[in-house]
């Protein structure tokens, strides 16, 4: 049994955070790295220990596994945790750790190597009968072959890079007369951004839904799966929204899903929390997607429904404990929501709007849970992802998840930036969500900047005004009777409706 009682976390931010948290409960000591960005950081006041790593750029700090090794071989850190992005799917940095002696919070190297490359990923899985998109089984970069394929496919199609994650490098073709050009310019992104160029074409599926499941296997040989998390509402298909239990999953859909996603994690010989992506068409019909060998940004909302602690479970797993539970254990309790609130600007393309945080005040109250890294009167960095927080509703019910975070919205006070919070408040209302009826392309069809917007001062003002001046003529007239008026009680500020007697 190996042990740990050092810990470095490879991160920032509210995930650097989270984890020192769990870990502080686990009675063990701490180690954050911080960039020159990040030196008044909450994470970096928060541990034991904490030891600047590098300039702002990621790729001078927060990416250099060297410089963190050192820190490790310098404090004597017996395991290092990566959190999410940056090196966490990272099988080399993996070795390296492996290789100084450490113990790295995560799975094998070979697993990441083997779930890092989509395809990959699908020869592992085909052994154990895995549903798949429909597409190339291999990495193609003959133009006329590849449209050749696309053909007998069928369009629509997606072509996608091998490597890829978070849109880059993908392009949806409709027409087989625009297949060249974006296949060119597929590969081109996935080059730039992954120095990989390799892509593979896949049938496009319309409709579908987000489906993903977190797994969580053991040094000896157990695996279970802790149910799925609903991820549909996405912009530039990354998500925004998610929530747990799905609202669309029957509970014999929901078994299957759960032991493909098992098998999935078998087919690499899994250990730790990972998370196994589907999608899931219109028909019910899933297909594997891919496998993130890392924590996922909501893992909150399994945490949620589950009562386990993510982090935890993968400190122990990588301690060589078994796990404590099997699979006929777990019980989905309740319903939990999630709303990434990122430093964007909904009504601009969601655009990054980096500023200061003039006013922050988090929500609070029964079932309600956020993980950040900010308070207020500080700044976010331009050379991060610009997510503040993650605000986390729990209920006893969907209904009761959804109403519980409408009010977290309305406590949570940010000012000095344009954030998500009304983007998630419009969500949150539309009669599509509230329903369950909704897939990836929400915003597509129901979503445009001028639903945040503010009405104007707009008839109910005018008819204030109207209301405001009919009274004090009537007043102005000798003996006069007061004159009836019929004011909106949803009309105007609060302000105004006390003045005016409205409720």
């Not at 499941?213 to 298909?237: A, K, M, P, T, Y």
Request: glycine share 8%; with cysteine; charged share 25%.
């Amino acid at each position: 049994m190996k042990k740990i009682t050092k810990l470095l976390v490879a991160n920032r931010g509210e995930i650097a955070l989270r984890v020192l948290r769990s870990a502080k409960e686990m009675g063990l000591q701490t180690v954050a790295i911080y960039s020159e960005a990040d030196r008044n950081a909450l994470h970096v006041r928060y541990a034991d220990e904490a030891v600047c790593v590098g300039p702002p750029a990621s790729k001078d700090s927060y990416l250099r596994g060297d410089k963190i090794l050192d820190v490790c071989r310098q404090l004597g850190v017996d395991a290092i945790h990566p959190g999410y992005g940056f090196l966490s799917e990272n099988a080399e940095f993996a070795r390296m750790v492996k290789e100084a002696g450490l113990i790295f919070v995560g799975p094998s190297p070979e697993a990441m190597d083997i779930m890092g490359d989509k395809l990959s990923a699908k020869q592992a899985v085909q052994a154990y009968n895995i549903p798949l998109v429909p597409g190339t089984a291999e990495a193609i970069s003959d133009v006329a072959e590849a449209k050749q394929i696309a053909q007998q496919v069928g369009f629509p199609i997606l072509i996608k890079a091998s490597a890829g994650g978070g849109g880059k490098g993908m392009r949806l073709v409709h027409h087989v007369d625009e297949f060249e050009e974006q296949m060119q310019l597929a590969i081109n992104e996935a080059v730039s951004a992954f120095g990989d160029g390799a892509v593979f074409i896949e049938k496009f599926v319309t409709g579908p839904r987000h489906i993903e499941i977190q797994v969580l296997g053991d040094e000896h040989g157990n695996i279970v799966h802790l149910f799925e998390r609903e991820c549909s509402i996405q912009r530039r298909h990354q998500k925004v929204i998610e929530e747990a239990p799905s609202a669309v999953l029957t509970p014999e859909l929901r078994a299957e899903m759960g032991r493909c996603a098992v098998d999935v994690a078998r087919a690499c010989n899994y250990t730790g929390a990972g998370t196994v992506e589907f999608l899931l068409d219109d028909q019910r019909n899933f297909y594997f997607l891919e496998m993130n060998t890392r924590l996922q940004v909501e893992h909150p909302v399994t945490e949620q429904i589950t009562g386990l602690d993510l982090v935890k479970e993968q400190i122990k797993v990588a301690q060589g404990q078994p796990l404590a539970f099997r699979q006929e254990d777990l019980t989905i309790q309740g319903h939990a929501l999630e709303l990434r609130v990122y430093a964007e600007d909904p009504q601009n393309n969601f655009l990054p709007d980096i500023g200061t945080l003039t006013t922050y005040v988090r929500p609070q109250g029964p079932g309600v849970r956020v993980d950040d890294g900010f308070e207020q009167g500080m700044d976010i960095p331009i050379y991060y992802d610009p997510m503040i927080a993650k605000l986390v509703t729990f209920g006893a019910t969907r209904q009761e998840a959804i109403e519980r975070m409408l009010r977290a919205i309305d406590e949570y006070q940010i000012t000095g930036i344009e954030t998500t919070l009304g983007f998630g408040r419009y969500v949150l209302r539309h009669p599509a969500f509230v329903s369950g009826n909704f897939d990836t392309n929400f915003i597509k069809d129901h979503f445009t900047p001028e639903s945040l917007k503010p009405a104007a001062p707009d008839e109910a003002s005018a008819t204030l005004a109207a209301v405001l001046t009919a009274m004090l003529l009537t007043e102005k007239k000798p003996g006069a009777a007061p004159a009836p008026a019929e004011v909106p009680a949803t009309t105007g500020s609060a302000w105004k409706r006390n003045r005016l007697g409205v409720r």
